[in-house]
């Protein structure tokens, strides 16, 4: 009866993983960032709920969980979400298990939601960079090591390059305009640790204030392709509870088997 118990005990410690395991599969990862030049701080709802209060140019959120599906996105200027009057309204679709950046970007005139799908896997000991054009006044671009070759050739304004695995390091980067060796923003310096994945966005205007610049989003790879995170996301808690309910369910499945086959000789 003690190993009847026991086994019951274990299989009802795996449910209980199992479950958070398929709570967790449900959600999505999503961060929000303001890339609009000239546009005021921000207040952003989801389905109607505030999940960002007073966001400025430049400023990125934590990844937050959002469950897969459709999500109307509403960007309100600060303080103003109980006027109803958003300045943009979009729709935001979402799978389970995969992480996505939503930027704000263009003029406050022509403010828009650009969807990036974002990617922390990476060769162990490497590291992966990509780059975004939100820069509405710049031409194309190149992004280059200083004096050197060019990485992502031709980015155009709300273009966004593929990955590129490099190995970690300092590097000396430069944005110029494309097809010249005319340097428009100088990435000297640029950290790439290993393991991780970083995302470069150009904002800002080339013309007129506030001067082109750079939002650089780092993130850790996780296996799982889901982040650790902060304000409103999932802890590094809840993540490692997975492994576990996983690791009690073979367990209770084995001793199962075993007490089948020992009742099965008796």
């Given at each position: 009866m003690k190993k009847l118990a026991m086994m019951v005990i274990i299989m009802v410690f795996a449910l209980m993983g199992t479950s958070v395991?398929?709570?967790?599969?449900?959600?999505?990862?999503?961060?929000?960032?303001?890339a609009s030049p000239d546009?005021?701080?921000?207040?952003?709802?989801v389905d109607g709920n505030t999940v960002v209060e007073g966001a400025?140019?430049?400023?990125?959120?934590?990844?937050?969980?959002?469950?897969?599906?459709?999500?109307?996105?509403e960007i309100f200027a600060a303080g103003?979400?109980?006027?109803?009057?958003?300045v943009i309204t979009s729709d935001l679709t979402v799978e389970a298990g995969k992480m996505y950046t939503a930027a704000a970007i263009n003029t406050l005139d022509n403010l828009e939601l650009k969807i990036l799908n974002d990617d922390t896997m990476v060769t162990d000991g490497k590291s992966k960079i990509r780059v975004g054009h939100f820069s509405p006044d710049a031409p194309a671009v190149d992004v280059a090591v200083k004096d050197g070759d060019v990485l992502f050739p031709e980015a155009e304004f709300k273009g966004v390059t593929d990955y590129m695995e490099v190995d970690p390091g300092s590097y000396d980067l430069e944005v110029r305009a494309a097809g010249s060796k005319d340097s428009v923003l100088d990435l000297a310096g640029t950290e790439?640790?290993?393991?991780?994945?970083?995302?470069?966005l150009a904002v800002g205007f080339a013309k007129k204030d506030p001067?082109?610049?750079?939002?650089?989003?780092?993130?850790?790879?996780?296996p799982a392709g889901m982040p650790k995170t902060g304000m409103g996301g999932t802890s590094e808690n809840e993540h490692s509870a997975a492994p576990w309910a996983i690791f009690a369910a073979a367990a209770g499945l084995g001793a199962l088997v075993i007490y089948g086959k020992k009742k099965?000789?008796?």
């Open positions: 395991l398929a709570a967790e599969s449900k959600n999505a990862m999503v961060r929000i960032v303001h546009a005021p701080a921000v207040d952003v709802t400025k140019f430049k400023d990125a959120t934590d990844f937050m969980a959002l469950p897969a599906g459709n999500h109307k996105v103003t979400v109980e006027e109803g009057k958003p790439l640790k290993e393991n991780m994945t970083y995302t470069v001067a082109l610049d750079a939002i650089v989003l780092e993130d850790p790879m996780m099965s000789t008796q």
